[in-house]
C-alpha cells in the first residue's frame, strides 16, 4: 500500500508543478480563479476508542475533487469555495466484526488471535465548503493559504474487512453511518498544505457495541497533506 501512496503524492507534485508552468504566462486578470481541483493524502485517526481497542498498521486515506472558487473581493484573494470529490479511508484496528444470521457483532482482538488485519474501509462522496483567504494574484503562483470551513460526506460502500493465517473474510457493514460530517483546514504555502477534518459525526451507528456492551462511539481525526491544481 505504501507503494501506491507514494506514487499518488508524485503524481500530484508533478500535476502541480505542470499547472504552475503553464500559470507563469499569465497576464493580470480581474477574473482569475484560483485551486479548483485537489489531491491529498491523509493519516486517519480515531477518537473515543473504547477500552482495549488500539489503531494497528497505516490507516491511510486518499482523496481528490473539484472547487468552485468564488472570489468575494475586488482582489479576488478572499471567498468561498463549494466542491465534490472522493475519498477512500481506511481504519485498522483490533477490532473485530463478525456477520452472523444479519446481525453485527463486535469484539476486541488480542495478539494471542494471531491475526494480520482488521479494517473499516469506507468509499466517501464528499461535498467540501470552504471560506478562502490567500495573497495570490494572476501571475504569482507561490502565496499562503487559509482555507477553513466544513465537510459533508456520503458514504456509498462501507465494509469490514479481515485477515489471519486462514485467509481474507469481508462484508459490507450496515453499522457504518452513511452521513458524515465535520470541520476541515487547509492552511500552507505554495505546494505544501496541510489538511486537518474533525469529525463531528461518528464513523458507526448509535448503538453499535462491543460484546461487553460498551459502546462504539468513534470519530475520525485525519491529518494529512493536500495538493491544489488550478
Not at 486578470?29 to 491529498?40: A, K, N, P
Not at 465548503?129 to 477553513?148: G, H, M, P, Q, T
Not at 468513534?218 to 495538493?227: A, S, W
Request: aromatic share 14%; glycine share 10%.
Amino acid at each position: 500500500m505504501m507503494k501506491y501512496i507514494a506514487l499518488f503524492l508524485i503524481g500530484a507534485i508533478t500535476v502541480q508543478c505542470w499547472s504552475q508552468e503553464v500559470s507563469v504566462g499569465s497576464l493580470e486578470d480581474d477574473t482569475y480563479l484560483e485551486d479548483q481541483f485537489y489531491l491529498g493524502v491523509t493519516y486517519n485517526l480515531l477518537l473515543n476508542k473504547p477500552t482495549d481497542i488500539t489503531q494497528r498498521n497505516l490507516s491511510y486515506g486518499l482523496m481528490g475533487g473539484i472547487v468552485k472558487d468564488i472570489p468575494l473581493n475586488a482582489d479576488r484573494n478572499f471567498g468561498l469555495g463549494i466542491g465534490m470529490g472522493y475519498a477512500l479511508n481506511s481504519y485498522y484496528t483490533n477490532l473485530f466484526a463478525e456477520q452472523v444470521n444479519g446481525e453485527i457483532g463486535y469484539s476486541g482482538l488480542t495478539s494471542n488471535d494471531n491475526f494480520r488485519r482488521s479494517k473499516l474501509e469506507t468509499h466517501v462522496i464528499e461535498l467540501p465548503l470552504e471560506i478562502r483567504w490567500r495573497n495570490s494574484n494572476a501571475i504569482d503562483y507561490k502565496f499562503w493559504r487559509v482555507y477553513a470551513g466544513g465537510k459533508l460526506g456520503y458514504i456509498f460502500e462501507g465494509r469490514s474487512k479481515f485477515v489471519d493465517d486462514n485467509g481474507k473474510t469481508g462484508f459490507t457493514n450496515p453499522d457504518i453511518k452513511k452521513l458524515q460530517y465535520g470541520l476541515m483546514l487547509n492552511v500552507g504555502y505554495n505546494t505544501w498544505n496541510i489538511h486537518i477534518y474533525y469529525a463531528l459525526s461518528k464513523l458507526l451507528e448509535d448503538g453499535a457495541s462491543l460484546d461487553t456492551s460498551e459502546l462504539i462511539q468513534v470519530k475520525p481525526l485525519r491529518i494529512g497533506i493536500i495538493f491544489y491544481i488550478l
